[in-house]
């Protein structure tokens, strides 16, 4: 019986709750470096979050029994930290985390000698809490317009582009481009809208323009991590995908440039809109055609 409580609590990932959403995270001894199989199943529960519209997060780090407190004090605070800088390089906003804390030991319960060493690999462990908001009201005809996509004052569209009714300092941000949650490349969903902005820049070819990178969920100074790849350029990786897809369709790379702005400018509202890509005009010229 016991043998199989471990093994349950050992690889149950994600514990649902009217309230709360739990995951523990299990450290080696003395350790705050998060193990890679740890680190693996991390991933699969922040990922599984991009649905839940979160009101905050709590992470509580522990050690066992060994060491003195004021070891297992630092160790556990350690832990905390470690969990808190994953959840924010993987698109989790800090300021939702509202809670860091290093809770020192766990005192060891056990029946038996021979369960010493499985319990204190279970309590070398950080606790995460993730709590969502509570389910809004259905919205009435006159909030309808609650979740429309911020607009810029120079925002234009694809349709604008075609018509040639653009001028420098025009911005088109691309609607139903929409990238997967920390990658950066786009849904398949996302291919016709891209396929159609492709064809009306090879059409106006005199339209110069810089492909903007954005992401949502970091601080300002920073940005998210590509999983694919594992650096912190995911604002740049994304513009940089859309710069490779025009120029594979024919667009002159000559006037074309492609920049990551982090999460410099959110557009405030849902997260969603703030995984984008936007095209600034820098220059229109003549047209060859």
Do not use: W
Request: charged share 30%; with cysteine.
């Amino acid at each position: 019986m016991n043998k199989v409580l471990f093994i349950l609590l050992l690889l149950s990932n994600i514990v649902y709750s009217q309230k709360e959403i739990t995951h523990d995270v299990y450290f080696d001894t003395d350790k705050y470096n998060v193990p890679l199989t740890e680190e693996n199943r991390l991933l699969l529960f922040i990922s599984e979050l991009d649905t839940i519209d979160i009101a905050k997060v709590s992470i509580y780090g522990f050690t066992d029994d060994r060491g003195t407190s004021a070891y297992n004090l630092e160790l556990s605070q350690n832990r905390a930290d470690a969990i808190k800088d994953m959840f924010s390089g993987y698109g989790i906003d800090p300021d939702l985390i509202t809670n860091v804390d290093g809770k020192g030991i766990i005192l060891l319960k056990v029946l038996n000698e021979k369960e010493i060493s499985k319990i204190r690999g279970l309590n070398r462990k950080v606790e995460i809490i993730v709590t969502p908001k509570q389910p809004q009201k259905t919205p009435t005809k006159s909030d309808s317009k609650a979740d429309d996509k911020p607009k810029d004052k120079l925002e234009k569209s694809i349709d604008d582009l075609s018509k040639g009714e653009l001028k420098k300092g025009d911005k088109i941000r691309l609607d139903n481009i929409y990238f997967k949650t920390n990658y950066s490349y786009i849904t398949a969903e996302s291919r016709k809208t891209l396929e159609h902005l492709a064809k009306v820049l090879v059409q106006h070819d005199n339209i110069y323009f810089t492909i903007q990178g954005h992401v949502c969920c970091t601080q300002m100074s920073r940005d998210a991590i590509d999983k694919r790849t594992k650096k912190r350029n995911l604002s740049v990786a994304r513009a940089q995908y859309i710069y490779d897809y025009l120029a594979r369709k024919g667009v002159d790379k000559r006037r074309m440039k492609y920049v990551g702005l982090r999460r410099k400018f959110p557009l405030g509202g849902d997260p969603k809109f703030d995984r984008r890509v936007e095209i600034l005009v820098t220059y229109i010229g003549k047209s060859t055609k």
